[in-house]
Nanobody, 125 residues
Framework: QVQLVESGGGLVQAGGSLRLSCLGS????????MGWFRQAPGKEREFVSA????????YYAGSVKGRFTISRNNDEKTVALQMNSLTPEDTAVYYC??????????????????WGRGTQDTVSS
């Protein structure tokens, strides 16, 4: 099993940056594809970004591509999401997720087995 805890959320003005971190536990952490999702009030949870176990492949939703960067450190069992040029539309609860088996970088939340509790990010205009 993998347990995930997010941190780094907060309040920032439009145009600013935030860096989210997800700390994982469990000896199989490095074998997981890791993803970030977000859920805004009244909306479905949506895919943001994913990274392969080795960190060599990444994928981004079109709405964040070029502004967000995902990275991971398997020795420290962490996955980070650097978010730049934030807009009020990025306001959401951000969730870290792990996919223990399978290949590729899925964007569907049903492909991920483990989830953190989320961290709130608010971008003011």
């Amino acid at each position: 099993q993998v347990q995930l805890v997010e941190s780094g959320g907060g309040l920032v003005q439009a145009g600013g940056s935030l860096r989210l971190s997800c700390l994982g536990s469990g000896r199989t952490f490095s074998a997981n594809v890791m993803g970030w999702f977000r859920q805004a009030p009244g909306k479905e949870r949506e895919f943001v970004s994913a990274i392969t176990w080795g960190g060599d492949n990444t994928y981004y939703a079109g709405s964040v591509k070029g502004r967000f960067t995902i990275s991971r450190n398997n020795d420290e069992k962490t996955v980070a999401l650097q978010m730049n040029s934030l807009t009020p539309e990025d306001t959401a609860v951000y969730y870290c997720a792990a996919r223990p088996i399978g290949t590729g970088l899925p964007t569907s939340r049903t492909e991920y087995s483990y989830w953190g509790r989320g961290t709130q990010d608010t971008v003011s205009s």
